[in-house]
C-alpha cells in the first residue's frame, strides 16, 4: 500500500486513526486504505485551507474534506481570535446560518456547539435562511461575527463555511490572515471544543425576518407604479434554496401580485435534482422558469443560487426570453436607481455607488451623468462592503454590484444579498412598464445614451499541481510580455494589483494604485476597450474578462453594433494567444 500512497497522505490519515475522532470516521478511513487509495490521496492529501473567505470542499472524510472536524477546528480558530480582539466585552457575540444544501443544518449546530463552549454568545437560524440575512443578524444583534454555512452555487457535493467580521462584511485584512494563522496552529483536534453550551445559544427566526423585510420595503422609490402595475407577471425559482423563505415574501409586501413559483425547484433541496448545477449564472438553472414564463407570458424571471446572495434574470423580448449578465442586470439597477434619487430630489452630492474592477464600466457612465461618485474595488463583495464601512455617516451608499450577479441596495446588509435585489429588480421592471416599456427596450436606451458595452468572460481551466504552477507562470509571462495591442488599439494603461502600479505606456508615468495587493492584471486599450486577467480564488482556472464599447446611435442598430463587438472580443482573444 505503500508504494501506491504517498506517505504524507499515510501519515496524515494514521494521525486521523490514533487522533481523538470518532469510530466511524476511523473506520471510513480504514475502509479507504483497503479499497480506495485514491479516494484516500483525495481525502488526506492536504489540509482543506481556511482561505480569505473561510472553508469550501467536498463533502467527506478527511482532511481535505468538508466535515464536523474541520468545520470545529476552523471554528475554533475564529473564536481564538475574536477573544483576542475584544477583549474589553463582556459577552462577545456570533450569528449564525446555513443554506439548504446536505449537512449544512449539522454544520451550523458544530458550529453553534464550539462557540458556545468557548463562552460566546450564538444567535442561530432556526432553520434555512438566506446569506444576506446572516449579515443582516450580525449588525442587528450587535454580534462581532457571523458563519454562514454554504457553498454558494457549487454542485451538490461541496459545502463551505464563510465567515464574517462585526460590520456585517466578510473576513477582510487583517483579520482574515489572522483567522487563518490560528485556525493554523490547532495542532490537535483535542484542542477543539465540541462540548456546546445551550445557556448560550438563542434560536432566531421569523422575527428576525419581519424587520429584515420591512427594512427591504423602506427600499421602494416607485410604490405607485407598482400599485398600478401589480399585475406584472413574474416567474421566481429558488432553485431549491433558501430564496423560498423570503424572496416571495419580499416581493408581495413590495405589491407584486402574480409572481410564479416554479413548482419543481421550490422545495429546498441539497441534491439539486432538477439542474446539473445551481448556479443562475448557467443558462440551464433558468430553463424551467422560462418556459412557465414564456406559458403564462410573464415579462420578468428571477432565480437565486441556494444561499440567496446572487440572482439571475431573464426579460420579455417580444415572443421570447432573453438572458441577462450581470453587469446589465447591474446597470439597469444603477440606472434605475440615479433616475428615481434624481426624481425624487434625493441627491445632495454625497452619494456614492461601488463596483469591481472587472464589472463594466457602463456602470461608472452612469454615475458620472448625474455627478454620482463611483469607487472600484477588488473582486469580492466582501471590498464593496469595505467601502461602505470606510464612508458610513459621512457619505450614502446608494447601490453597487459585480458581474458575478450580485448586487445590494442600501446599507443594512453588507453582502450581496438577493432578496434586495429581486425586490429592485422587479420594481425597476414595474417602474419601466408604467412608462410603456419593458426592460429590453430599456437597456437598448441606456446603450444609446451612454454607448453600447459588451463583456465576456472567458475561464482556462488548468487542474492539479502542474495546472496551478501553469496559471502562475502565465500571469508571469503577461507580467513580462504585456500586449502592445488589442484589436489593433493600442494598450495605454497596464494596471498591475500586485504591485499596485498603473503605468501609463505612451508617457511611462506611473502611478500608485489605492487598493489592496492582488494578482490582477489589467490591459486598457486607447479605444475604450479592457481585459483583466486574475487566477481564480475558489478554483483551478485564470479568469479572462474582457470588455469593449462602441457607440449606438438607434436601438435598430443594436445587433449589428453587437456583433461587431462581439469580433472586437474574438481578436483580444486572438491577441492574447487564447485562441
Same mark, same amino acid.
Request: aromatic share 8%.
Given at each position: 500500500?505503500?508504494?501506491?500512497?504517498?506517505?504524507?497522505?499515510?501519515?496524515?490519515?494514521?494521525?486521523?486513526?490514533?487522533?481523538?475522532?470518532?469510530?466511524?470516521?476511523?473506520?471510513?478511513?480504514?475502509?479507504?486504505?483497503?479499497?480506495?487509495?485514491?479516494?484516500?490521496?483525495?481525502?488526506?492529501?492536504?489540509?482543506?485551507?481556511?482561505?480569505?473567505?473561510?472553508?469550501?470542499?467536498?463533502?467527506?472524510?478527511?482532511?481535505?474534506?468538508?466535515?464536523?472536524?474541520?468545520?470545529?477546528?476552523a471554528t475554533q480558530g475564529m473564536a481564538n481570535y475574536l477573544k483576542?480582539?475584544?477583549?474589553?466585552?463582556?459577552?462577545?457575540?456570533?450569528?449564525?446560518?446555513?443554506?439548504?444544501?446536505?449537512?449544512?443544518?449539522?454544520?451550523?449546530?458544530?458550529?453553534?456547539?464550539?462557540?458556545?463552549?468557548?463562552?460566546?454568545?450564538?444567535?442561530?437560524?432556526?432553520?434555512?435562511?438566506?446569506?444576506?440575512?446572516?449579515?443582516?443578524?450580525?449588525?442587528?444583534?450587535?454580534?462581532?461575527?457571523?458563519?454562514?454555512?454554504?457553498?454558494?452555487?457549487?454542485?451538490?457535493?461541496?459545502?463551505?463555511?464563510?465567515?464574517?467580521?462585526?460590520?456585517?462584511?466578510?473576513?477582510?485584512?487583517?483579520?482574515?490572515?489572522?483567522?487563518?494563522?490560528?485556525?493554523?496552529?490547532?495542532?490537535?483536534?483535542?484542542?477543539?471544543?465540541?462540548?456546546?453550551?445551550?445557556?448560550?445559544?438563542?434560536?432566531?427566526?421569523?422575527?428576525?425576518?419581519?424587520?429584515?423585510?420591512?427594512?427591504?420595503?423602506?427600499?421602494?422609490?416607485?410604490?405607485?407604479?407598482?400599485?398600478?402595475?401589480?399585475?406584472?407577471?413574474? &416567474?421566481?425559482?429558488?432553485?431549491?434554496? @433558501? =430564496?423560498?423563505?423570503?424572496?416571495?415574501?419580499?416581493? *408581495?409586501? /413590495?405589491?407584486? !401580485? %402574480?409572481?410564479?413559483?416554479?413548482?419543481?425547484?421550490?422545495?429546498?433541496?441539497?441534491?439539486?435534482?432538477?439542474?446539473?448545477?445551481?448556479?443562475?449564472?448557467?443558462?440551464?438553472?433558468?430553463?424551467?422558469?422560462?418556459?412557465?414564463?414564456?406559458?403564462?407570458?410573464?415579462?420578468?424571471?428571477?432565480?437565486?443560487?441556494?444561499?440567496?446572495?446572487?440572482?439571475?434574470?431573464?426579460?420579455?423580448?417580444?415572443?421570447?426570453?432573453?438572458?441577462?449578465?450581470?453587469?446589465?442586470?447591474?446597470s439597469l439597477l444603477i440606472y434605475y436607481l440615479l433616475t428615481k434619487?434624481?426624481?425624487?430630489?434625493?441627491?445632495?452630492?454625497?452619494?456614492?455607488?461601488?463596483?469591481?474592477?472587472?464589472?463594466?464600466?457602463?456602470?461608472?457612465?452612469?454615475?458620472?451623468?448625474?455627478? &454620482?461618485?463611483?469607487?472600484?474595488?477588488? @473582486? =469580492?463583495?466582501?471590498?464593496?462592503?469595505?467601502?461602505? *464601512?470606510? /464612508?458610513?455617516? !459621512? %457619505?450614502?451608499?446608494?447601490?453597487?454590484?459585480?458581474?458575478?450577479?450580485?448586487?445590494?441596495?442600501?446599507?443594512?446588509?453588507?453582502?450581496?444579498?438577493?432578496?434586495?435585489?429581486?425586490?429592485?429588480?422587479?420594481?425597476?421592471?414595474?417602474?419601466?412598464?408604467?412608462?410603456?416599456?419593458?426592460?429590453?427596450?430599456?437597456?437598448?436606451?441606456?446603450?444609446?445614451?451612454?454607448?453600447?458595452?459588451?463583456?465576456?468572460?472567458?475561464?482556462?481551466?488548468?487542474?492539479?499541481?502542474?495546472?496551478?504552477?501553469?496559471?502562475?507562470?502565465?500571469?508571469?509571462?503577461?507580467?513580462?510580455?504585456?500586449?502592445?495591442?488589442?484589436?489593433?488599439?493600442?494598450?495605454?494603461?497596464?494596471?498591475?494589483?500586485?504591485?499596485?502600479?498603473?503605468?501609463?505606456?505612451?508617457?511611462? &508615468?506611473?502611478?500608485?494604485?489605492?487598493?489592496?495587493?492582488?494578482?490582477?492584471?489589467?490591459?486598457?486599450?486607447?479605444?475604450?476597450?479592457?481585459?483583466?486577467?486574475?487566477?481564480?480564488?475558489?478554483?483551478?482556472?485564470?479568469?479572462?474578462?474582457?470588455?469593449?464599447?462602441?457607440?449606438?446611435?438607434?436601438?435598430?442598430?443594436?445587433?449589428?453594433?453587437d456583433a461587431q463587438l462581439e469580433d472586437s472580443i474574438g481578436n483580444?482573444?486572438?491577441?492574447?494567444?487564447?485562441?
Amino acid at each position: 500500500m505503500s508504494t501506491r500512497i504517498d506517505q504524507g497522505v499515510m501519515d496524515r490519515a494514521n494521525s486521523w486513526l490514533n487522533g481523538n475522532y470518532d469510530e466511524e470516521t476511523k473506520n471510513a478511513i480504514k475502509e479507504m486504505m483497503e479499497n480506495n487509495p485514491q479516494e484516500l490521496t483525495e481525502s488526506f492529501y492536504r489540509d482543506l485551507e481556511f482561505g480569505t473567505g473561510g472553508l469550501r470542499g467536498i463533502m467527506g472524510v478527511g482532511s481535505n474534506r468538508m466535515n464536523k472536524y474541520t468545520v470545529g477546528a476552523a471554528t475554533q480558530g475564529m473564536a481564538n481570535y475574536l477573544k483576542k480582539n475584544f477583549t474589553d466585552l463582556d459577552i462577545i457575540k456570533v450569528a449564525i446560518a446555513c443554506d439548504s444544501r446536505n449537512n449544512s443544518d449539522y454544520f451550523a449546530q458544530i458550529t453553534a456547539d464550539v462557540f458556545s463552549a468557548n463562552g460566546i454568545k450564538v444567535y442561530l437560524f432556526d432553520a434555512l435562511r438566506p446569506t444576506p440575512e446572516l449579515s443582516f443578524a450580525i449588525r442587528h444583534f450587535g454580534c462581532q461575527g457571523g458563519i454562514v454555512i454554504t457553498a454558494s452555487h457549487n454542485p451538490k457535493e461541496y459545502n463551505g463555511y464563510k465567515a464574517y467580521w462585526d460590520d456585517g462584511g466578510q473576513l477582510i485584512s487583517p483579520h482574515d490572515k489572522n483567522v487563518i494563522t490560528e485556525v493554523l496552529n490547532i495542532k490537535d483536534i483535542s484542542d477543539v471544543k465540541f462540548a456546546g453550551n445551550d445557556d448560550l445559544i438563542e434560536i432566531i427566526g421569523e422575527e428576525v425576518d419581519n424587520i429584515y423585510l420591512d427594512k427591504i420595503h423602506s427600499l421602494t422609490l416607485s410604490p405607485d407604479a407598482i400599485k398600478r402595475q401589480k399585475d406584472f407577471k413574474i &416567474v421566481y425559482t429558488p432553485i431549491h434554496g @433558501t =430564496g423560498v423563505t423570503l424572496v416571495p415574501k419580499a416581493l *408581495k409586501l /413590495f405589491g407584486f !401580485e %402574480k409572481v410564479d413559483m416554479v413548482d419543481e425547484q421550490a422545495t429546498p433541496d441539497g441534491n439539486f435534482p432538477t439542474v446539473k448545477s445551481p448556479n443562475p449564472e448557467e443558462s440551464a438553472a433558468l430553463e424551467l422558469a422560462i418556459k412557465k414564463a414564456i406559458d403564462i407570458d410573464a415579462d420578468l424571471v428571477m432565480a437565486t443560487d441556494p444561499d440567496a446572495d446572487r440572482v439571475g434574470i431573464a426579460i420579455r423580448k417580444g415572443d421570447e426570453m432573453v438572458l441577462l449578465n450581470g453587469n446589465q442586470a447591474a446597470s439597469l439597477l444603477i440606472y434605475y436607481l440615479l433616475t428615481k434619487w434624481k426624481e425624487l430630489g434625493k441627491l445632495t452630492g454625497n452619494e456614492f455607488i461601488v463596483k469591481t474592477i472587472v464589472t463594466s464600466e457602463l456602470l461608472a457612465k452612469i454615475a458620472e451623468k448625474d455627478n &454620482v461618485e463611483h469607487f472600484d474595488v477588488l @473582486t =469580492g463583495f466582501k471590498y464593496i462592503a469595505d467601502i461602505i *464601512k470606510r /464612508f458610513e455617516g !459621512e %457619505k450614502t451608499f446608494i447601490g453597487g454590484g459585480e458581474e458575478s450577479y450580485g448586487y445590494l441596495v442600501g446599507d443594512f446588509v453588507r453582502d450581496k444579498d438577493a432578496v434586495i435585489s429581486c425586490a429592485m429588480i422587479a420594481e425597476t421592471a414595474a417602474w419601466a412598464a408604467d412608462k410603456g416599456i419593458g426592460l429590453y427596450d430599456l437597456l437598448l436606451d441606456i446603450y444609446v445614451e451612454f454607448g453600447l458595452y459588451k463583456e465576456k468572460l472567458i475561464s482556462v481551466v488548468r487542474k492539479g499541481k502542474s495546472g496551478a504552477e501553469e496559471i502562475q507562470n502565465m500571469m508571469k509571462d503577461f507580467r513580462a510580455n504585456p500586449p502592445v495591442s488589442l484589436n489593433s488599439s493600442k494598450v495605454v494603461v497596464i494596471n498591475d494589483y500586485l504591485t499596485g502600479i498603473s503605468k501609463n505606456t505612451e508617457t511611462g &508615468v506611473e502611478e500608485k494604485i489605492d487598493l489592496p495587493s492582488s494578482n490582477v492584471l489589467q490591459f486598457i486599450a486607447a479605444d475604450g476597450g479592457k481585459v483583466s486577467v486574475r487566477p481564480s480564488g475558489t478554483e483551478p482556472k485564470i479568469k479572462f474578462y474582457f470588455g469593449v464599447v462602441a457607440p449606438l446611435v438607434h436601438k435598430s442598430d443594436f445587433e449589428k453594433v453587437d456583433a461587431q463587438l462581439e469580433d472586437s472580443i474574438g481578436n483580444y482573444v486572438s491577441d492574447l494567444g487564447l485562441d
